[in-house]
């Protein structure tokens, strides 16, 4: 079995909680965004220790790839894993979940390249989850915090990591040229109920004007408005209407929560985030790795 939950010299005084993994396994079907083919994807219980990991069960040697920052090998329109020639692609929906729900320990049997879309949001993924229950294990893992700020910038993209009690993710969402969106703003204090009402409902969405584009690279080939909001000029295009008036920072927030997940620690801190995406959440999940893990070292 893998081993990827991080072994640091711990302080005495470090806050702890009990590892978690699910009470049984638990399956679900559907198409790809991207790819747009049928995919089966089943949440299996591991033990202390294993980690999040991801299983191609299609694939002979039925590799198995670690939803750690490690093995990310893309970010340009999704956060993708690989090991290998093995790759799962948009993983970070899913992620968020299992952070939402303080999973540490979980093997994903994983018949494809990429999980199922859904409906574009985390809301089946949370369905899974207390479907199958979580279980509390005999481990312990240390929940780590901040001494100082870490941030990252990328000319007007930036992202600030500051010292908290709790898990706090503040996002500013910005379209200059898109009068639909303009500019939104949330704040938001990561908890498991919290999540699934507030965050894991909202949907991924595009820019109208993007979607050719995608297109042409083979992407969003099971993309539709079962899945996603467009957006053109000053209209949302969006099944039922949207589910929030700011359904779209909301969803960056569950991009964000996904793609820090790949620190593979649990900590607390207020993440600030002005216009940051899944390459730039990256390379923030990179710096906040070694800075947490510097800390705890000393």
């Not at 920052?69 to 790759?87: L, P």
């Not at 500051?162 to 969402?173: C, F, G, H, K, Q």
Request: proline residues 5%.
């Amino acid at each position: 079995m893998v081993q990827i939950l991080p072994e640091v010299a711990i302080q005495k005084d470090i806050q702890k909680r009990a590892q978690k993994t699910l009470l049984s396994s638990v399956s679900y079907s559907g198409i790809g965004i991207h790819t747009g083919h049928e995919v089966h994807i089943t949440f299996h219980p591991a033990k202390e220790g294993t980690g999040i990991c991801f299983r191609r069960v299609d694939l002979p040697s039925h590799p198995i790839i670690p939803a750690t920052f490690e093995y990310v090998f893309d970010t340009s329109r999704s956060t993708n894993i690989k090991i290998g020639n093995a790759k799962i692609y948009t993983i970070e929906h899913l992620l968020a979940a299992l952070r939402a729900y303080e999973i540490d320990n979980l093997m994903i049997d994983i018949s494809g390249i990429e999980p199922p879309a859904c409906n574009g949001s985390s809301d089946v993924f949370v369905d899974l989850i207390e479907q199958a229950g979580v279980h509390t294990q005999s481990g312990s893992v240390p929940i780590c915090s901040l001494k100082s700020p870490v941030f990252h910038s990328e000319g007007d993209i930036h992202l600030v990591a500051i010292p908290d009690t709790e898990y706090r993710i503040s996002y500013t969402l910005q379209y200059p040229k898109s009068p639909a969106l303009g500019t939104q703003f949330y704040s938001f204090v990561l908890s498991q109920e919290g999540f699934k009402k507030e965050i894991a409902p909202c949907r991924t969405f595009a820019l109208y004007d993007e979607l050719s584009f995608l297109m042409d690279k083979g992407l969003i080939q099971g993309g539709s408005l079962d899945n996603a909001v467009v957006i053109k000029d000053k209209v949302i295009i969006s099944k039922n209407g949207l589910f929030f008036r700011d359904e779209m920072v909301r969803h960056k927030i569950l991009d964000l929560i996904g793609d820090l997940s790949l620190v593979g620690m649990p900590f607390l801190a207020h993440i600030i985030a002005i216009r940051s995406g899944h390459s730039t959440n990256f390379a923030f999940a990179k710096k906040l790795f070694a800075h947490l893990s510097e800390e705890e070292v000393t």
